[in-house]
């Protein structure tokens, strides 16, 4: 059973606006949260991540919010760029000083002029 | 070269080859590992080094034979696979275990006939 689940497999936006990508996840023992992109032939690259001690990270364009009680997270990238399209990985990480990674199934970004 | 390299970029091979994946990283880093993303599916972690020592068999069968001489280099050696280990082959890197953000490699895109 997948333990970190991204529902919409492709979501369409218009350069400019806001593009919010979302991410469930089942396990309360997860305390790390990371977002991958990843374009075409090219290996997945650290977007941002977010600690489960804290609701909001931002990075310029950027941002990540966390909702420990419903178990769900989303990026929201404003404005977005044609440059952003790709592919958005949502991972969890569980428990403090391990790297095992849990990927959800990824969110095609397509962003339109 | 830069970042996390691997080789070859292609691959396809009958149920009755050897052959290896190489990967290298050139950041630095003491921990390794191998994922595998199948079609639909999310990205699996298979195999974890840190400082040359395997710290993590994620259940993977035995036809899949990692290999770290070096903190460096990091290999797959596959023998008699079948066709359902067709898929996305990547590597990653990061500072150590308990460093969450994982440097990826562009992948070795496998083939078995």
């Known amino acids: 059973d997948q333990q970190v689940k991204q529902n919409s497999p492709s979501l369409s936006v218009q350069e400019g606006r806001i593009s919010i990508l979302n991410c469930d996840y089942t396990?309360?023992?997860?305390?790390?949260f990371l977002w991958y992109k990843k374009y075409p032939a090219e290996g997945p690259t650290f977007l941002i991540s977010?600690?489960?001690?804290?609701d909001k990270n931002e990075d310029g364009r950027f941002t990540v919010f966390l909702n420990k009680s419903a178990k769900h997270l989303s990026l929201h990238i404003v404005p977005s760029q044609p440059g952003d399209s790709a592919v958005y990985f949502c991972?969890?990480?569980?428990?403090?000083?391990?790297?095992?990674?849990?990927f959800g199934t990824g969110t095609r970004l397509q962003v339109f002029p | 070269e830069t970042g996390v390299t691997q080789t070859p970029r292609h691959l396809v091979m009958g149920m009755t080859n050897k052959k290896s994946l190489k990967c290298e990283q050139h950041l630095g880093h003491n921990a390794m590992y191998w994922y595998k993303q199948s079609a639909k599916k999310p990205l699996e972690l298979m195999f974890v080094y840190s400082l040359e020592e395997r710290v993590e068999n994620n259940s993977v069968p035995s036809r899949f034979s990692p290999e770290c001489p070096n903190s460096s280099h990091l290999f797959l050696h596959l023998h008699t696979l079948q066709p359902e280990d067709s898929a996305l082959y990547l590597c990653?890197?990061?500072?150590?275990?308990?460093?969450?953000?994982?440097?990826f490699g562009p992948g070795t895109r496998l083939t078995v006939l």
């Open positions: 990653a890197s990061s500072l150590g275990t308990g460093s969450h953000e994982q440097f």
């Open positions: 991972a969890a990480v569980q428990g403090v000083g391990t790297d095992k990674l849990i």
């Open positions: 396990n309360s023992m997860f305390d790390y």
């Open positions: 977010i600690s489960s001690i804290k």
